[in-house]
């Protein structure tokens, strides 16, 4: 298994530190980037634009990095296929994208504790497994580092149990929380993040999927049905989007089909005819599909609707 991982929001000063010594313990199959801050004097870091923006920038380093195995995950910048074993021609992926087999099976984001997290947590919109460090590392090396291993060791059940959800397309750990509109979904998320969410993923489908219908009932009067391998339409392409780019392939730091969307439509059978609204997370603007569904994604953009 490959997991990328993000330090985030550590003191400048000891930031780079923190990840050379992780990469130095983990050497195998972990790679590690950091994305420091500005240190505070309060202790306590601050989660400006800035540091959210190398927080997601350093995500997809170490998802689609450039840099040499193990310390990063190949994305095409010329070299021969590590996985060709015949006559070692160059793979033909374009720029932008990556092999599947080689991306990190797990993203994981670690942040130190501060203020603001609700911006940064937002930004990543669910696509990493996050874990906060106490306030008592700040800025001290070896707390940190002791702290971020234990916080990967925890990690690691959690992720298991969320890869185990995955396997089921009736999960509701893919339901695109910004179009569901249900704290419950938001609350669901969170203790997943922490748990796995194995039992109260069984308690939420018990309260909101219905069996006759096979979708789930989160807004009156919209079902979101998770769509069938026969229906569904490719894999949008996340372009330049840092926070998209990740959220398009993992959801609590794993990874699912990125070609599943949810199939949204009314339970009366009638066309939508603008009358619902769904935000896109392309282009942060709203959508309003005149047809008898609107096709929208884990992660909750709407590429296929104008």
Not at 47 to 67: E, N, W
Not at 88 to 113: H, M, N, W
Not at 194 to 212: A, L, P
């Amino acid at each position: 298994m490959r997991y990328a991982v993000v330090i985030a929001g550590l003191p400048g000063k000891i930031s780079s530190s923190v990840k050379d010594a992780l990469q130095e313990r983990f050497t195998d199959n972990h790679v590690f980037r950091a994305a420091g801050a500005p240190y505070s004097e309060n202790g306590s870091t601050v989660y400006d634009g800035q540091v959210i923006a190398d927080t997601l920038r350093m995500g997809v380093d170490a998802v689609f990095g450039k840099s040499a195995r193990p310390n990063g995950f190949c994305r095409n910048i010329d070299r021969p296929c590590a996985l060709h074993h015949g006559n070692k021609d160059a793979c033909g992926k374009l720029e932008s994208e990556t092999c599947f087999r080689l991306k990190p099976d797990f993203f994981i984001v670690i942040y130190q504790t501060g203020s603001n997290e609700e911006q940064l947590l937002t930004a990543l919109h669910h696509s990493a497994l996050t874990t906060r460090l106490p306030a008592a590392c700040y800025a001290h090396m070896t707390k940190t580092v002791d702290a971020c291993i234990e916080a990967l060791k925890a990690s690691y059940s959690v992720l298991g149990t969320v890869r185990k959800n995955f396997e089921s397309a009736k999960n509701p750990l893919t339901l695109p929380v910004l179009n569901a509109r249900t704290r419950e979904l938001d609350s669901l998320l969170s203790l997943a993040n922490k748990t796995g969410g194995k039992t109260e993923s069984e308690q939420f489908k018990r309260t909101y999927f219905s069996r006759s219908s096979g979708s789930y009932k989160l807004r009156t009067p919209l079902e979101f049905q998770p769509s069938q391998l026969n229906g569904r339409h490719g894999i949008p392409d996340a372009k330049t989007n840092d926070a998209i780019a990740l959220s398009r392939i993992y959801r609590l730091g794993c990874q699912y089909l990125r070609d599943f969307h949810y199939d949204v439509h009314r339970s009366d059978d009638k066309h939508l005819s603008g009358n619902h609204v769904f935000h896109c997370r392309e282009g942060e603007k709203d959508k309003y599909p005149k047809g008898r569904n609107a096709n929208v994604t884990v992660d909750d953009c709407l590429p296929w609707e104008t």
